[in-house]
């Protein structure tokens, strides 16, 4: 496994490197949580270096990185000073919420594509074909945020679902089914708009893979063999075009990140998006430092999953490990 | 369609979109922070050229707008006197005088002419879709050039000159593609002052999208430059004695001209969305200034959204804009072959 073993030393080194430089960059910037205070009448100079005394703000920099990375040690990943409270406990339960949306919306983005795509990718058809790529055209020109807004305006008007959130009022005294269906329900639209948003390139990359292969001599060999064509199709095309798809697995998860936090935010699905939003608002730097480590260590688990499943389907990476 | 018609198409539409935001002060019939106090949220103006008497008109005419008493909220047009439209006039000024700019068209006061209907202030939203055209599309093409010029210089210093330059650079390249770039956008823009002036606002987001994502076009060049240096003609220029800059300016340079044009046309439309976020999200240009994303803010509110379906048209302007960058980018693409990711 020293393919596996490098590729997962290469995320640590990228996760330091991200820990660095975000630190730093969040070091340079001018004012603090505090800064803002300063503009209370209430609130007295000598008060003001007593409260950045008491969190350490006037050490300099290097004992601050320490301190840091010492509570990063610890697990508490800093403190932030919007919520009084160390920043890891904050980041938990939105870390869990933003992993319910992505990981359903990739599911279901990856269920649509693969069909969509073959069919694609298959002869004939022709006006059909162009419909769809009409179709993807047009829903990848749509951006991201225009989607997002057009669902919930569906919301809205129909109340088929609801208009944001995660649970309804009184979520905590319904049944544990009750509350399953409920936290269902309000994951359809967000999940939606995700799919909706990376459905158009997912498609054409799966169409771009399963293309190559068909000219392939195997998948001749299987048509003149007369299987049927969804056999050749889906037997014998998609998995030789599995490789890049993978790899596709592995980078998309960068694109869905993105999206999520924007999709989040107008939905008001309480994952990262909206914490981020708001800890920017309040000049809250240790909590933007740990939700931007969280995304980061998101985006690396997504990689190294890909890593695995490549290592699971391709023997030949198998055997270069060794 | 066929490719070259395809490209055609894309490249007019892009200069007409352009050209139209650079034109806004003739095109756009009033200032685009001119309040009409009384008419929030009213609908598209309707253009008639038949009145009440059946009479055909061959110059278009307005109704002024005036509250309907029957429900609150709502408009009804005064049918009592009609406004020509006029082309070709001069708009006020600051002052309200009557020698501003030239404008392309307008109506006598107290009737307005709004054809995509107003926002909550009462401003003219076609007005401000032209001038917020102006940030928002430039704010795309401004930071492409630079992230595509600072992408540039640091993928070929590190192809070309290889070793630790190279293993610096791309490891760092490795650090930011580790982060989803959103994220990072907004840690990025999370350590910059919050309150900043509407001009300092797109300095600061051309400078931060643009910086951001160095990482990805570095790569793209670097991997061209370094199977470039290794091309024949340019181990005989070197021979001959070329400088490196000679080198890099004769023979390296033109070689990744392609993709850099494909990568534009890519990045444009990704980071015309970027500034439409962060100022939809109050993070980039903000009010009284128009700008794309500023504008689509409104639809925060859920009455708004529901009830006022004018106010999406920045939204919808978006599509045209993005369809026409992307496919300019596949007929580059399909131009400058398969060389290009």
Known sequence: MGWLARRALHGLFVLFGVSVLSFVLVELAPGDFFAEMRLDPRISEATLRTLRARHGLDRPLPERYARWAASLARGELG??????????????????????????????????????????????????????????????????????????????????????????????????????????????LPAAALVLCVLPSLTRHV???????????????????????????????????????????????????????????????????????EAILARDFHLVLGLVLASTVLLLAGNILADVLLLAADPRIRREGK | ????????????????????????????????????????????????????????????FVYALVDDETTAGRYKEDRSQAFAVHFFIRGPDELGGASGGWRLFGVEEPARVFLLGTDGFGRDQLSRLLHGARISLFAGLLATVLSLGVGWVLGTAAGFYGRWLDAILMRSADVFLALPWLYLLFAVRAVLPLHVSAAQAFLMLV???????????????????????????????????????????????????????????????????????????????????????????????YHVLASYWWMWAPGLALVPVFLSYFALSEALHSRVGPASP
């Open chain 2, 207 to 301: 400078l931060v999208i643009g910086l951001v994502d160095w990482a990805r076009p570095a790569r793209l060049v670097r991997g061209i430059v370094m199977s470039a240096r290794e091309r024949n003609y340019v181990r005989a220029a070197r021979g001959f004695g070329a400088t490196d800059l000679y080198l890099i300016r004769r023979h390296i340079a033109p070689q990744t001209l392609g993709v850099l044009l494909t990568q534009a046309a890519l990045l444009v439309p990704q980071y015309i969305l970027a500034e439409v976020t962060l100022s939809f999200l109050g993070l980039g240009v903000g009010e009284p200034v128009a700008s794309w994303g500023n504008m689509l803010a409104a639809l925060q509110r």
């Open chain 1, 207 to 277: 169409r771009a893979s399963v293309a190559v292969t068909l000219d392939a001599p195997f998948v001749q060999a299987a048509r003149g063999h007369g299987l049927p064509e969804w056999r050749v199709l889906f037997g014998h095309a998609l998995p030789a075009a599995a490789n890049p798809l993978i790899s596709l697995l592995g980078l998309s998860v960068a694109t869905l990140l993105s999206m999520s936090l924007l999709v989040e935010i107008v939905m008001s699905w309480p994952g990262l998006g909206p914490l981020l939003l």
């Open chain 2, 1 to 60: 369609m066929r490719a070259p018609g395809k490209l055609a198409l894309a490249a007019t539409v892009l200069v007409a979109i352009h050209a139209a935001a650079l034109g806004a002060g003739f095109l756009a019939p009033y200032r685009p922070t001119e309040q009409a106090r009384a008419l929030p949220y009213a609908p598209p103006t309707s253009l008639h050229v038949v009145d009440g008497s059946g009479r055909l008109h061959l110059r278009p």
């Open chain 1, 79 to 188: 403190y932030s000073f919007a919520y009084g409270s160390p920043v890891a406990p904050l980041l938990w339960p939105r870390v869990r919420n933003t992993l319910l949306l992505t990981t359903t919306a990739t599911a279901t983005a990856w269920v649509l594509a693969i069909p969509l795509g073959v069919w694609w990718a298959a002869p004939r058809r022709a006006a059909a074909r162009r419909a769809l790529a009409v179709l993807m055209a047009v829903l990848l020109a749509i951006p991201d945020i225009i989607l997002a807004l057009a669902l919930l305006l569906l919301a809205v008007r129909t109340g088929w679902f609801p208009a944001g959130g995660m649970t309804a009022v009184g979520h905590e005294q319904m049944s544990f089914g009750a509350r399953l269906r409920d936290i269902v329900w309000h994951l359809v």
